[in-house]
């Protein structure tokens, strides 16, 4: 099946400094990707959907300016949570659609757990 | 507005018995709903696709069932094993484009040796 490949998995820093995170397809060309936030035992929370070449659409309650989204090709999207606070601290997940096949599924990537000190 | 709830308490049940997860939504007419495994710290894993014509769907010893006049969707794995004991999430997609999934905040399912 397709492969989203997630980097960082971990990542600590200090509050005020911005994180990068990564989200790649690797076998296929994904013309959107979605990034989830999830807080410990709760539920995956859509906070924006990446479209390439194109800016990002974000979920209500989102702040745009606090989580960019880059979309630069079709196999990767960035996230950056810009001056990092420890409420941002959360898990972050990516995930896209294989639009070569059945459209419907997705495929996330590992996952990168935020800590912000 | 939409809703999706699972059960949040934990399933526990015995290995070779046949688990049952639940998953009702409010508020909705999908054209589709999902069932996706998580294991601790990792990202969800797609198992199943049911569509609103469909009624039943199995896949190995996975069985999903989709009443659209219940709002409910029903999850069995049967002759569980340890290795099943996981999270498992249901997802509908949300209207408006771009086929958004929004999920449950699933339930953790425990399979007892």
């Known amino acids: 099946g397709a492969v989203v490949s997630q980097h960082p998995s971990r990542v600590i820093c200090k509050s005020g400094t911005s994180v990068k995170i990564e989200c790649r397809s690797l076998?296929?060309?994904?013309?959107?990707m979605f990034w989830y936030r999830q807080f410990p035992k709760q539920s995956l929370m859509l906070m924006a959907t990446?479209?390439?070449?194109?800016?990002?659409?974000?979920e209500q309650g989102v702040e745009k300016d606090k989580f960019l989204i880059n979309h630069a090709s079709l196999t990767l999207s960035t996230l950056t949570v810009t001056s990092a606070h420890p409420e941002d601290s959360s898990f972050y997940i990516c995930?896209?659609?294989?639009?070569?096949?059945?459209?419907?599924?997705?495929?996330f990537g590992s996952g990168t757990q935020l800590s912000v000190l | 507005s939409q809703k999706i709830e699972q059960n949040s308490e934990a399933l526990n049940i015995q290995e070779g018995k046949t688990a049952t997860l639940t998953c009702n939504y409010t508020?909705?007419?999908?054209?589709?709903l999902q069932w996706y495994r998580q294991d601790p710290g990792r990202g969800p894993v797609f198992l199943l696709l049911?569509?609103?014509?469909?009624k039943e769907k199995r896949k190995e010893r996975l069985k999903v069932t989709f009443d659209t006049t219940l709002k409910q969707s029903l999850f069995h794995i049967t002759a569980s094993q340890p290795a099943d004991s996981a999270t498992y999430l249901c997802?509908?997609?949300?209207?408006?484009?771009?086929?958004?999934?929004?999920f449950g905040a699933g339930t953790r399912l425990a399979v007892h040796p």
């Open positions: 508020n909705y007419s999908p054209a589709y």
């Open positions: 076998d296929f060309q994904a013309t959107t």
């Open positions: 997802a509908l997609p949300l209207s408006g484009g771009y086929n958004k999934l929004i």
């Open positions: 049911i569509r609103e014509n469909e």
């Open positions: 995930s896209a659609r294989d639009g070569q096949g059945a459209n419907e599924k997705l495929f």
């Open positions: 990446s479209n390439e070449g194109s800016k990002a659409t974000y």
